[in-house]
């Protein structure tokens, strides 16, 4: 079971969640992209290859693993607050909470401070555009430079 078929097609069909921000200088020979949006700084493997994207501004579609432990839809009927929130766990994941904007079969893309392409191996929560969630991601994180980029 697989979430992308290739690493051109998932960048594409992303690329309208692509989170804006800037690229710091990477380390030569290190897989992370350091890529400051939304008030965080974040770790993001490569997944786009060595040079392709340049420091300075940029966009990328932020790809993360779903934990299913951290993972769920909020009550906000049962006073479960409505706020985007963002937090760095370790070197490249991150815990969140905001809306969901799109659904697929596997994958939701969240807005918490930045757009996160989100997806799980099992089933994730009913859902629909609108609802909010709670999650935590495992790590790496994926960084893919959107084409045209």
């Known amino acids: 079971m697989t979430l992308e078929s290739s690493d051109t ?3 594409a069909t992303y690329a309208p969640y692509a989170a804006e921000g800037l690229l710091y200088p990477g ?27 340049r420091p300075g501004p ?22 479960e607050a409505a706020e985007e929130h963002l937090e760095v766990v370790g070197v490249s994941a991150v815990t969140g909470r905001g809306p969901i904007l799109s659904v697929g079969r596997r994958v939701w893309v969240v807005q918490a401070r930045v757009l996160l392409v989100l997806g799980g191996f099992g089933t994730l929560p009913p859902a629909q555009p609108g609802d909010w969630a709670t999650f935590r991601t495992l790590p790496p994180l994926h960084g893919f430079l959107p084409p045209s980029s």
């Open 58 to 79: 940029a966009r990328f579609v932020i790809h993360g693993l779903l934990d299913p432990a951290g993972t769920r839809l909020l009550d906000l009927d049962a006073g």
């Open 27 to 53: 380390r030569e020979g290190s897989p992370l992209l350091e890529f400051a949006a939304g008030g965080r700084v974040l770790y993001l493997f490569d997944r786009s290859g060595p040079y392709a994207a």
């Open 9 to 11: 097609e998932f960048a």
